[in-house]
């Protein structure tokens, strides 16, 4: 039996936010998003117990880009309302993959860690550790990925990892 177990597959074509609901539950505490969305980057942001996308300040984000056709630069956010850095533009090859931890535990805060890879010919290649938190010990239910005002095609996996 394998340990990764496919909870939801969503596809999307032109939208601007894709809401994944109803992804996380009792039955894990490690989750892996696997995202190929296209040509734009954009935020992760959850939904609460409710389905409402939690918009509050309490987001905690940092981000490294590895350019190798050039230097490396990091970015990091805390008390965000736009979410955690969640995906880059992928306009030729390359995808995300998060993992999040214990988003269904009302006791803890949500962890993200990921990757993030894109090349392309005329950006070359870019590797992007992404971290953050919520910091509001609430349940969460699901998953926002927001554009920024842009328009993504692709699709989302969110699995659940058996630890046991």
Not at 76 to 105: C, H, M
Not at 137 to 159: F, H, K, P
Request: hydrophobic content about 35%.
């Amino acid at each position: 039996m394998s340990a990764l177990r496919l909870i939801s597959d969503t596809s999307f074509s032109s939208a601007a936010k894709i809401t994944v609901s109803d992804c996380f539950n009792s039955d894990f505490d490690v989750y892996k998003v696997m995202m190929n969305v296209g040509a734009h980057y954009g935020f992760l942001k959850f939904l609460n117990a409710q389905g409402s996308v939690i918009e509050t300040g309490t987001y905690d984000t940092a981000r490294e880009n590895m350019h190798f056709a050039n230097s490396f630069t990091e970015t990091k956010v805390q008390n965000a309302d736009y979410g955690l850095y969640g995906f880059l533009e992928t306009s030729t090859k390359g995808g995300s993959v998060l993992w999040i931890f214990r988003p269904y535990d009302e006791d803890t805060y949500t962890f993200v860690v990921g990757e993030d890879f894109t090349y392309d010919t005329a950006t070359a290649m870019r590797i992007s550790r992404i971290m953050g938190s919520l910091d509001n010990a609430e349940r969460v239910t699901g998953i926002q990925c927001d554009t920024n005002g842009g328009s993504i095609s692709g699709n989302i996996r969110v699995y659940g990892l058996r630890t046991s």
